[in-house]
């Protein structure tokens, strides 16, 4: 989803005219691509000016503040990331498995969200930034409103799973969830540590493959 058709169909009928859409979505587009270069915590409203080409006075008539630009990046984030996991999440069918293979389904929700960390380095550069924050804040009600949607979408799939008797007996499902979403934030944290985030899409089948092992004694869907 590019980011201008986000913010417009986001929009609310008071917002101003397409030209607005199209500066916002321009600034939040900078500001990923800024945070995907450099800590967050180090780019200003003026960095962002420069990089749009516009005068630091003019991004406060587009957001409030640069916080306002965060959550706008955010919910950018979140609502293109759960679009592309719920696309991927669908179990695929065949003629010769007509069952759903919903091992299949965990394995492209995985690597689905490998390429979009792969895309948009910025992404989990801001989120990383704002958890080391010991106070609560709007940015990590995002974050947690992220979670909670990617949590269900595990345990749908995993009860699914375990309907099927794909995975061993006795598997904890609500576990089986945190071990994968923190198999894939491991994977993203040292990426963003080497500084080759493209070296995750020849890393993540073998991890992927190591957590379904653990799941159904099995090394492959």
């Known amino acids: 989803m590019q980011l201008l058709n986000y913010l ?7 917002r101003p005219k397409q030209a607005t859409e199209v500066r916002q979505a321009s600034l939040v587009e900078a500001a990923l691509q ?15 000016a420069q990089a749009v080409g516009i005068t630091q006075g003019a991004v406060f008539r587009h957001f409030s503040s640069k916080e306002a630009v965060w959550l706008a990046a955010l919910d950018w984030a979140s609502d ?8 991927a999440a669908t179990p695929l069918v065949t003629l010769e498995r007509p069952e759903p293979n919903v091992l299949a389904a965990l394995q492209n929700v995985f690597l689905e969200h490998v390429n979009f960390v792969i895309a948009h380095p910025g992404v989990p550069r801001i989120i990383f930034q704002e958890l080391q924050h010991t106070e609560d804040t709007p940015l990590k009600a995002r974050v947690r409103g992220l979670m ?15 309907k099927q008797h794909s995975l061993a007996p006795g598997t904890d499902l609500q576990s089986a969830a945190v071990l994968f979403m923190g198999s894939v934030q491991g ?26 092992r653990g799941l159904t004694l099995k090394e492959t869907p």
């Open 8 to 14: 417009t169909m986001n929009a609310t009928p008071k």
């Open 34 to 48: 800024l945070a995907a270069q450099r800590s967050p915590a180090d780019i200003t409203t003026g960095d962002l």
């Open 80 to 87: 293109t990331l759960m679009a592309r996991l719920q696309a």
């Open 148 to 162: 909670q949607q990617y949590r269900a979408l595990l345990m749908g799939l995993l009860a699914q799973a375990e």
């Open 187 to 212: 994977l993203v944290m040292q990426s963003l540590l080497s500084g080759q985030v493209h070296a995750m899409a020849a890393q993540a089948p073998g991890v992927f493959s190591i957590y379904l």
